[in-house]
């Protein structure tokens, strides 16, 4: 196994110096980067994600229909379910998997590209709480054409390794129409992202490491100088905890964050799972 690396740096967000915010008493939502009424100058992006929500929200509630531009939106499910409604898909003519889900539960991803305009809803229509991540990331072009995408990801697979989750559409910025319908990726199973961004989820057994290969090598466009977010949502009542590089000085606990940077595409970034349970952990890798 690779040593740590030793230049990389890594700065730690704790979760209770997150933002938060109660809606109504149907959303509890913190925020890592500045948000609706949460602002701070210090948390406006890194690299191109911009926007990493860590919600819950109650049965029987929900956002409503409401339009996005110009951002790369995904929720990582956790726990519970969500229904996605939008102005592209017409109530009941909703499919199973694909650019057509609409209901969504753990091991789930669904992917939104808002481009020129869109609107849609996130409803809780069951019994129990629902538990996500919301992620935005910037699109490295504005008036894209809006897409949805949503796929289920093994969890026995991300008890072995990181799974890839998301890369860069593979023909790029300058996609035609046609790339965009066909929605290839650069990682074959992934969704793809208009984005120079890779997002990978692993679920680390204790006293076990994963391996997180930078920019998932040469997937990337910018090798030098990456950014990647790595984040460990609360889902086991404090049992989870991992250390980063091999360092004592970067141990997270559960909400816990950190931003690491100073370090390139192919380098290897461990994760060791250090707390009682197994650890979630979700990686988030952007130019």
Do not use: C
């Not at 020129?116 to 538990?131: C, F, R």
């Not at 100088?225 to 404090?238: A, S």
């Amino acid at each position: 196994m690779s040593g740590p690396l030793a230049n990389a740096k890594i700065v730690l967000r704790r979760s209770s110096e997150r933002g938060y915010a109660e809606h109504g008493g149907w959303l509890k939502s913190f925020h890592t980067f500045s948000f609706a009424g949460y602002y701070d100058h210090r948390f406006q992006n890194f690299g191109s994600l911009r926007v990493l929500n860590e919600d819950r929200v109650a049965p029987r509630n929900g956002f409503g229909t409401h339009p996005h531009r110009d951002a790369e939106i995904f929720s990582y499910i956790l726990s519970g379910e969500l229904t996605h409604r939008d102005s592209m898909i017409k109530k009941g003519a909703e499919g199973e998997q694909g650019k057509d889900f609409y209901r969504m539960k753990r091991g789930d991803v669904q992917f939104t590209t808002g481009g020129t305009g869109i609107a849609h809803s996130e409803q809780n229509e069951s019994n129990k709480p629902v538990h996500f991540l919301q992620i935005w990331a910037l699109p490295w072009k504005h008036g894209l054409k809006p897409q949805y995408h949503t796929m289920t990801f093994d969890e026995d697979a991300k008890r072995k390794e990181f799974v890839h989750i998301l890369s860069p559409l593979a023909a790029g910025p300058e996609a035609k129409p046609a790339d965009e319908d066909a929605a290839i990726p650069k990682i074959p199973g992934t969704i793809p992202i208009h984005a120079d961004f890779v997002m990978g989820a692993g679920i680390i057994a204790p006293s076990s490491t994963f391996t997180w290969n930078v920019g998932a090598g040469e997937v990337v466009s910018s090798k030098k100088k990456r950014n990647v977010y790595i984040h460990l949502p609360m889902t086991k009542q404090g049992k989870m905890k991992i250390k980063l590089n091999g360092s004592e000085d970067a141990v997270l606990e559960e909400g816990d964050g950190a931003f690491i940077t100073q370090i390139n595409a192919g380098d290897p970034l461990r994760v060791e799972s250090i707390g009682e349970v197994e650890a979630e952990v979700i990686v988030l890798d952007s130019n």
